[in-house]
């Protein structure tokens, strides 16, 4: 996409939003002639992790906690979805636990 730079002036935001939006990058022309190039940035999963783990770790440290976070970030969730068993007569354990429940004088 060839942008004129009055234009970018006046829509810059529409433009930014455009090249976050999509990915695509944008040739910025003055007078017709090809000056400069927006384009995403390519961000490194690993740095994004360890931004996030050396913050973690630091609220923890402020805490008063001593925790321990892998250097790199884990190739699948730490918990796995966990669906809940339903009875033949169609309750789940959710709802069955929940009428135990309601039978005991708490």
Excluded at 30 to 47: C, K, M, N
Aim: hydrophobic letters at 30%.
């Amino acid at each position: 996409m060839n942008v004129k730079t009055a234009d970018l002036k006046n829509n810059l935001s529409r433009y930014l939003r455009h090249i976050r939006d999509t990915g695509e990058s944008i040739l910025v022309c003055d007078r017709e002639r090809p000056v400069a190039t927006l384009s995403p940035l390519q961000r490194d999963a690993g740095s994004e992790w360890r931004r996030l783990r050396e913050e973690t770790l630091a609220r923890a440290r402020a805490a008063g906690l001593e925790i321990e976070m892998p250097t790199q970030r884990p190739s699948r969730p730490a918990f796995p979805r966990l669906t809940p068993t339903v009875a033949p007569d169609g309750r789940t354990d959710v709802q069955t636990s929940d009428l135990l429940r309601q039978e005991k004088p708490y």
